[in-house]
C-alpha cells in the first residue's frame, strides 16, 4: 500500500460502478462478444448503454453512435471489441470523453508473442495514465457486477451476493458464474483481468480484502508479474477473509498455454505452493474444487471443529463406495459405540438396516428415519458434522414419489435444520442424473435444499475433498490449540 | 476347472438363460422389488412371467399363482421378495417344480450379524444342491441378461453389448447399466450376486472368460471368501480379456459397510492390489472411472502406442487447465514442433489461436478447423491420440447455432474418422450442463457423438485418468520392448 495507490488513480470502486457504458465494436449484422455484452447489459436492466460504431444507426434496438466522444451522456465504462490496430485512436477519445475505465475484449497483444503487440500494449498504459483512466485487460471478458447491474453474459444471476472472483481466464469468470448457480453462490464482483496491464490481480485482492460486500475471495491465476507485491497482498487478503485459490499452469503443458493464453510467466509452482501454504490460502486442483471449496464456505451452518462425518443414506453398495470415499479424501467416520448402535434399533426397523457408519437403512429415505437417526446421532462426541446422500442412484430412477415435497423434502429439511440448531452441519450430496427426466428431478429436488441454505455437492468423493480442505485450513496452527 | 466343477450342476449358462420366471413375493398393492421385476420383465418383452402369492389372482396385469408348484408351464428361474423366515419351505417347492436357478433379492441372512441367520443360509446351499438348482444372493438383484430379455429395472436397455458385469452390490449393478447407457456401453450379462452363498466372483469370472458374448470384464467386489480360488479365476479371465476392477471396502469405513452390506471379511487391500498389479487386471477408484475406462476399453479406434496428446478445442483458460488436468492425470502433451507450428499457422488464422499444445484457436469450433489441424497433426510421431474438448462451456451457452448436426457435427465426425483411419484415436471430453436447456443440447452433441463409434468423457481429468490407465495396462512388462 505504498507507491502503487496513486491519490488520483480512478478507485476500483468507481470503476465497478459506472453511470454509463459504451459498447465499441458493436455489429448489427453478427452475434460476438460486443453484441452479447449489449443484450445482457439490456436484460440486467442497466440504464445508459451506449453501442459505438460508425457504420450503423441501430444495434439491438438501442441507438448507435458513431464514436465515443458523440455519446451525449455520461460514459463512465467502455467495452471494446475493436482490432488492436485500431485501438490507440479510441484511449484519445475516451481521454477526450473523460471515462473512467476501459476493458478490452480484443486480444492479439503480449500474448501473440510479437514484440509490436507488446510495445502496442506498453503505449495503450501511457495513454491511459496521461488520461485518467483504468485499463481492464486487454484478452479477457470484463466486470459482471450484479449490484451494479454490469455483466457480460446473459444468464448471469443479477442478485448479488458474498463471493469476490477473480479470474485472469475470460472463459473460467463465465463457467464460475454458471456453475456456481445452482449451488447457490452469489457474486459482489467477478472480474476477468486478462492480460493484467494496469488492473492486476494484487490490486484486486487489496480490493476484496477491504470490500464489505465481499466476505469470500476466490481466484483463477495464471501468472503473477510482481511477486513480492503479490505475496503482500494475498497475505493481506487471506488474513482478513478465506481466499480460494487455482493456480494455472502448474504443468508443462499448463504453463505453455498460460503463456499463449495471458502471456503470463507463471512462476515457480513450488513458491507459489509455499506461499499459499504460509499465509494460509487454500489452494484447489480445478474450477470444480473451487464451486465445491466455496459452496462448503458458505453455506456450512457452521465449520466442523474436526472432521468426523456421520454418513446417513439408504444403499449397501453405495455407503462402501462413500465411505471409502470419504475415507480417501481425508474425512473419517467413526464407528458408532454401542450404546449409539442400540439407540439406533429402537428408532429404526432392524431389518434390512446397518447400524454402524455409514449408517443404511431403508428409512432413511424417509423424513421420519433422517429425524430420527440425526437425534440420536446429533450429542456423540466423535461426530462433527451429517453428511446425506440419496444412494447415488439418479433420483428418478427411485420412481416411488418418495421425494415429493410435501411428503419427504419439507419435513426432511426442518429436520435436518433442527439438527444444525444443536451445532452440527449437515451437507448433502445429490449425484446428478444423465437422463433429462432425472435432470429435472434433480435440479428441482437440488433446488429445494439449495433455497433452505444446505451446501449441496455432486459427489461423496467431491464433498469430502472440499470439505477436508476447509477443515485443514480451519485448524489452528500446531502449538496453539 | 477342477474340483469345483461338478458335472451335474446347472451351468451359469443355463441359469442366463430362463424359458419361464417366477417372481414370488408380489404385491398388487404396494411396488417394491417383486413388483418391479414383474413390470419390468413385461417391458421387456419376456414370454413367460409367473407372479406368485397366494393373497391375490392377478398382479400387473398378470396371472397370479398361489406357489411356484401351481404354475403350469416351465419355470427355470425364480425371482424372490419375501421374508427370510420363509425361504426353507419356498426351495422345496422350488426342487418339486424342477427349477434351475433361484435368486433372493431378500436380505437379512448371513450379513446380518445374527448366528441363526447364517445358519439359515447354510440350510438353504444344502437344500439347493439337493434340489440341483443355482442360489443367486441372497441379498441382491440378481441378473440382467439383456439377450434373453430378463431385467431387473424398467429402463435397462434391451440390446446387448460385449461387457459382462458382476457387482456384490445390487446398487451398483443397476447404476453401471443407467451410467453406462448414454455413453454407448452395453452387457451381455450383468449379475449382481449378493452374500455368494452359491454363485460367487470365482465362478463368474470363469463364466466370463470363456463366455463368447464377453469382450471385456468389470467386477465390484467387496469380499473374497476363497483367497486362491480367486486369484486363479482373476488371472485366468485377465489372461484372455480386460477386466476393470473395484475393491469395496478399501477403507476402514467401506470395510464396516462391507461387513454390514454382504458379510464380506474384505481381504488385505494390499494383498488385492498386488494380486490385480501381477495378473494385469485394471484397478479404478471409484464406479464412475469404471465407466470411463470401459469406454476406454470399448470405443477407442485402437489403444495408443503411448502417453501423448495433442489436445485440440477452443478457449484460452479451459485449455490452461485442460493441460494442467491431463498431464496431473498421467497423460503427456508434447509440444509441437516449429515445423508443426509453422503448417497450423497455414491452416488456421493466426488472431485468437495459440499454435502450440493445447491448440486453442476459435476455428476449432468449426469442422474445417478441426479437420485442418488433425490433418496436420496427424503425422507428428510424439502424438498418439488427439483430444477435442468444447471449451468446458455448457454447450448451449454458446448460444451461436454452430453446434448444428448438419453443419458442425457430421462434418466433424467425417474428419476425426479420417483422422482414426491414420492410426490415431480420437478422444471427446463433453462437460454434461447444469441446467436443464444445456442438458438437452448436451445430450443430442453426445448421442450423435456416441452413436458415431466415439469414447465421450464428462471431464478432461477423467479422461486422461482412465486413458492413462489402460496405456499402463496395455504397456508390455519391462524388458520385452
Given amino acids: 500500500m505504498k507507491d502503487h495507490a496513486e491519490k488520483q488513480r480512478v478507485s476500483l470502486d468507481e470503476v465497478f460502478h459506472p453511470r454509463g457504458v459504451a459498447v465499441v465494436g458493436v455489429s448489427a449484422s453478427k452475434l460476438g462478444f460486443a453484441e452479447l455484452v ?189 511477486g513480492a507485491r503479490f505475496a503482500e497482498a494475498l497475505r493481506n487478503a487471506a488474513s482478513r477473509k478465506p481466499v480460494v485459490i487455482y493456480k494455472g499452469g502448474r504443468t508443462e503443458a499448463g504453463r505453455r498455454a498460460a503463456q499463449g493464453h495471458t502471456a503470463s510467466m507463471t512462476s515457480s509452482v513450488a513458491l507459489f505452493d509455499a506461499l499459499c501454504r504460509q499465509v494460509k490460502a487454500i489452494q484447489v486442483d480445478d474450477l470444480d474444487e473451487m464451486v465445491d471449496v466455496l459452496t462448503a464456505l458458505r453455506f456450512m451452518s457452521r465449520l466442523p471443529r474436526g472432521n468426523g462425518v456421520a454418513l446417513i443414506g439408504a444403499g449397501g453398495g453405495p455407503s462402501v463406495l462413500a465411505g471409502d470415499g470419504m475415507e480417501k479424501e481425508g474425512l473419517r467416520l467413526p464407528g458408532f459405540p454401542t450404546g449409539v448402535q442400540e439407540a439406533l434399533k429402537k428408532v429404526l426397523p432392524v431389518p434390512g438396516s446397518i447400524f454402524i457408519n455409514p449408517l443404511d437403512t431403508p428409512n432413511l429415505a424417509t423424513a421420519d428415519g433422517i429425524a430420527a437417526a440425526l437425534k440420536v446421532l446429533g450429542p456423540v462426541p466423535e461426530i462433527d458434522m451429517f453428511v446425506y446422500h440419496l444412494g447415488f442412484h439418479p433420483i428418478s430412477r427411485w420412481g416411488m414419489g418418495w421425494l415429493s415435497a410435501e411428503a419427504f423434502l419439507k419435513p426432511t429439511i426442518e429436520a435436518m435444520k433442527a439438527a444444525q440448531q444443536e451445532g452440527k452441519p449437515v451437507l448433502l450430496a445429490l449425484r446428478p442424473a444423465l437422463d433429462l427426466e432425472g435432470m429435472k428431478e434433480f435440479l428441482s429436488v437440488q433446488e429445494t435444499f439449495v433455497e433452505a441454505g444446505f451446501p449441496v455437492f455432486h459427489s461423496m468423493r467431491k464433498l469430502a475433498r472440499a470439505v477436508a480442505r476447509v477443515i485443514a485450513w480451519n485448524r489452528p496452527p500446531a502449538g496453539t490449540g
Same sequence: chains 1, 2.
Fill in 38 to 226: 449489449v443484450d445482457a447489459l439490456k436484460r440486467a436492466g442497466f440504464p445508459a448503454i451506449y453501442p459505438v460504431n460508425p457504420k450503423y444507426e441501430e444495434v439491438l434496438g438501442l441507438p448507435c453512435y458513431p464514436s465515443v466522444t458523440a455519446i451525449p451522456g455520461v460514459v463512465d465504462h467502455v467495452v471494446v471489441n475493436i482490432p488492436a490496430e485500431s485501438v490507440l485512436k479510441l484511449l484519445d477519445e475516451c481521454a477526450e470523453k473523460g471515462v473512467r475505465s476501459v476493458h478490452f475484449f480484443t486480444a492479439g497483444f503480449g500474448e501473440s508473442g510479437y514484440r509490436d503487440r507488446a510495445d502496442l500494449e506498453k503505449e495503450m498504459l501511457v495513454k491511459a495514465r496521461a488520461g485518467g483512466f483504468r485499463i481492464i485487460g486487454p484478452n479477457c471478458v470484463g466486470l459482471y457486477v450484479p449490484g451494479s447491474r454490469v455483466t457480460n453474459h446473459f444468464d448471469d444471476p443479477l442478485d448479488p451476493g458474498p463471493i469476490g472472483f477473480i479470474s485472469q481466464s475470460g472463459g473460467h469468470a463465465q463457467n464460475m458464474a454458471y456453475y456456481g448457480r445452482a449451488r447457490g453462490l452469489r457474486f459482489s464482483k467477478v472480474v476477468s483481468y486478462g492480460n493484467a496491464l494496469d488492473v492486476n490481480e494484487s490490486e484486486l485482492l487489496d480490493y476484496f480484502a477491504e470490500d464489505p460486500e465481499t466476505e469470500i475471495v476466490a481466484a483463477y491465476i495464471e501468472g503473477v508479474r510482481d
